[in-house]
């Protein structure tokens, strides 16, 4: 393998920088040249194709978002463009692509593969954890302990007025964040879109720690289960409590990313390098029972992930 | 002076707990016995009144809130209701009071000394830096570094579409929170209470930017100036840009206390009592020029803090 | 299960206090009784143990430390002393009895079930990661968090003068902590205990950096190696840099517990309960491929846990 | 003012890159050319002189460090370096330098007007906040809250055993990071070099909390007053309590300037432009009352500035 490239797509997840920097410093440590290609698929469409130097890596080990920028390019379903973005491929001779993101990003790079030859590995970055065949997605440790901040911020309300404070977490369909949160930060209440619920009964449970002479409660909503501010107002007719709603939103993209993020983008990254130097392609990468482990590709998006019933039983049982 | 109190009143300021300590501590050095007053005005009335130790002031200096809570008695402004709460003082021989909270709750003070001769001082706590007579209520130091750490969150999206970023930050009517995030978070734009705008210039400067090839901008948004969300709707045909809304809410009120949020809140409080064992009362206590310096209790609801223009001016030039 | 008493025993470990709550909480949900004893097992012997309350549970879940506090009881050894100190469990019927420590806690733990029948589990709590049978030890995560946080403030200098840091950091005989500081901040040296070095090779690589031209680099000393200062001293000599050593000390030990440490704090204390309520003892829990397992107490001092080469190579391999 | 350069000069400091922005947004936004010198003195005797533009700007007002780097050069001392380096300035038609440092960063400064013409400005940047003719200087209000989050985590210990805590922290010759992390952070006991002190007396002192039952105490020792590993062996045979001593080092230095900084950094950037627009020259900016002012640059190393009694008074009282 002597010329690799490397983009990231879909959103922004904290950690991103730092796989780009392993997969880059380790591919140079093997004598490969390593392109950055800007702005995801758009970019490769686009030519805006550049090659990385030990120099761009510098202090970005730390830095939350990536510096090769994401964009969103739907045309990329169409054969033709991406034909046409190959060919930016080709011309430098790159014959191995890496691709953080999520599994909207891998369906891409499996199609540069199946149909262009492009050897291609997947690394998962998003903070909704949600992606099969990885127990973290790079950036959800790090998103997770900006709700857990945020949360430890809210419970240090002095006021000694009943309030129930719901917070909407991200996560788009899956319940991760808002249920390792609430475990993590002694939520209350937790509302997953992977569990029904019936506004009468968290109603009910809000009443009972009430009477229970307990003043406030935390719920966190996931948001795929629906607005918090929507939930809030069905809530108030039915509750002793005052109700306050704190949509967390883009902060949850940012920040420096974690340890964990840090050691398992890196991890990842160098691993994809070692993938694509035995010839592998078409697979993502994982990390299962604490260790690296390697999927087909189309596992991220055919399979689907499952919350762990124990853990959510355990955050309900701790609620109460 | 034998015995005083202690209350906190109105909205949580991050550094409450830090000033009880010192009006506790410093208090006791001097052989005073500190009583406690849990819930402000309401706690006074239902004789929630208990003698502090040095146990109760234990690893408080660096929490948020205030373990002596806050409600709100809208009932204090009834002057029976008042004779009523001070007879809980009076039956333990409580001569002097130090009221921490906003200028709402130095009103019911003031009262109590004019009507009953129960000596109080008053120590400026809350986050929206709104009060005349200091140049830093305890708070707002602290909450304008929680803003500081959202803003560089949201910066650091990687998106390559354009985007314009309302961030709503707290202040009841003042603009304060808003333009010193904004300058010192970088802000592009800057809209508060105190000076008017117009949905067209702004969108004029956001479409001028785009034109300058700049992707993102982040617009401070103060409480007062109303809700970032409907400014985003009414920006939304105008401008060549994606709107995101973050309201950062309750976050905003709780955290560690900052560094300065600590000093000026424990030089106060140990001012407080100075002032109170010289027989002064119905004063505020503020910071101006850097010293402590006393006012008029009424000096905090008579006077009106003035944004610095200069201050506001620079925020807008180092924006565009 | 009628009666259980929790204990915190060895070195500080954030997320302590998260377990306590966990298995305290979990319990009380089973109408089991909790005792708390103070000061490990010297509050055994000198009867230190008090009834729990969910009141005594409230705010500790993100507070590092722990509230039960730790003590060192070397006459535990003697088995009159255990004899003694036991008496206080039986004479509250307390059945059962959860250790939150390090290996020597277990000890201590797995003698009291083996001479007097008290059911006992174990929880890894130590910042060091050091005992065998998980993955992780309550407070490695965040331990690591705070030590990436401080490289990234040594990273920050902005001298232009040739410069290598050495950074001590804790971990007992494990380079643990080292290993994945270095790892995950970009460390360009690295030395725990695990691995011989030799001086002159370390000086010939900081000499090879300065020649690429990198002017700053950062090494990673695990404790077990030995003084940081005591290694500057020797390199002096043969290298073109100014040392600078920083010791982080007992700030390892201490802050919020990070979002991973409370949830497998929380996972296992839940667990701890469990087992006890099956009959289960003499038992450590540990996270092993992110799920939790048991395995003999004794597992934790038998067996050696070995460092990650690959992980260790690969922290080389980024330096360089 | 057509063109001006800036430079960063002495010991890093938090909030020196905000500072720099400011300066350079300011002069953009008034279409004055602005100049970045490398490696202070240094780089400009180098022709380490680059224009700078908005991109240069973009993303730093949050970075620790300096971009510009600092450096020391002694040489600076002799006339004729000086005559080289400031035909640098001189074939660029500089007329204008903003110096971004101590005190010894002035002299330079100072001599290049007086020999040279070039008008200069200095902005006070040292953590150590020994700088005469303002409160604060940019650095100091992060470097404190690096040293409250340590105590924090110190104070977090559990142990049972009493122990004493001293506490390094920089400052060179100056005790206000000392006294004001001191006072804001709790500390029981305070060495500062403005005030004598007796290893006997701190003996006593700590011996007394012993009996008290106090079991812990954190000292704060400024560097000035010497290594606190030689007080820890002063105070052995003397004291009933385990001596634990941590060199905070240079971990003080970087991180993300705070809020405070970033304001008077960007207040006092903005005011170096107008200052020399107005034709003056010879003077440092400082904050004092709150307000900019403008002393003489002289002043910084003529006047020596004073610790506040009062407030080193309340944290001896507040100790004990």
Do not use: M, P, S, W
């Given at each position: 393998m002597k010329n690799i490239a490397i983009l990231t797509s879909g959103g922004d997840a904290p950690g991103m920088n730092t796989a780009i920097r392993a997969v880059a410093k380790y591919a140079m440590s093997k004598g490969i040249t390593v392109y950055g290609i800007k702005r995801g698929y758009a970019g490769m469409l686009n030519d805006e194709i550049f090659e990385l130097t030990p120099k761009d890596l510098?202090?970005?080990?730390?830095?939350?978002?990536?510096?090769l920028l994401t964009a969103r390019l739907p045309?990329?379903?169409n054969p033709e463009v991406r034909a046409e973005a190959v060919k930016n491929l080709k011309k430098r001779e790159i014959e191995g692509l890496v691709v953080i993101g999520g599994d909207g990003s891998f369906h891409g790079a499996d199609l540069l593969y199946k149909e262009?030859?492009?050897?291609v590995i997947g690394i998962p970055g998003t903070?909704?954890?949600?992606?099969?065949?990885?127990?973290?997605?790079?950036g959800f440790d790090t998103t997770l302990n900006i709700i857990l901040d945020a949360i430890s911020k809210i419970r240090?309300?002095?006021?000694s007025h009943e309030r129930t404070y719901l917070i909407e977490v991200m996560g788009r369909n899956a319940g991760d964040l808002a249920l390792y949160s609430c475990l993590a930060g002694g939520g209350d209440g937790l509302l997953i879109p992977e569990k029904e619920f019936s506004i009468d009964d968290l109603a009910m449970q809000i009443n009972k720690r009430r009477e229970q002479g307990k003043l406030h409660d935390v719920i966190l909503v996931a948001e795929g289960v629906g607005s918090a501010f929507e939930i809030a107002e069905k809530l108030k007719g039915k509750v002793k409590s005052e109700m306050r709603v704190t949509?967390?939103?883009?902060?949850?993209?940012?920040g420096t990313p974690s340890g964990l993020d840090r050691i398992i983008a890196t991890k990842m990254g160098a691993h994809s390098v070692e993938l694509l130097e035995e010839g592998k392609s078409g697979l993502m990468i994982g990390i299962e029972s604490n260790k690296l482990v390697t999927y087909p590709i189309s596992h991220a998006w055919e399979s689907k992930k499952e919350i762990d019933i124990k853990d959510y039983e355990l955050a309900l049982t701790l609620g109460h």
């Open positions: 510098g202090g970005i080990i730390d830095r939350g978002g990536t510096f045309e990329f379903k262009h030859g492009i050897k903070i909704d954890n949600d992606i099969a065949g990885t127990d973290y997605t790079i240090d309300t002095a006021t949509v967390l939103g883009h902060i949850q993209r940012g």
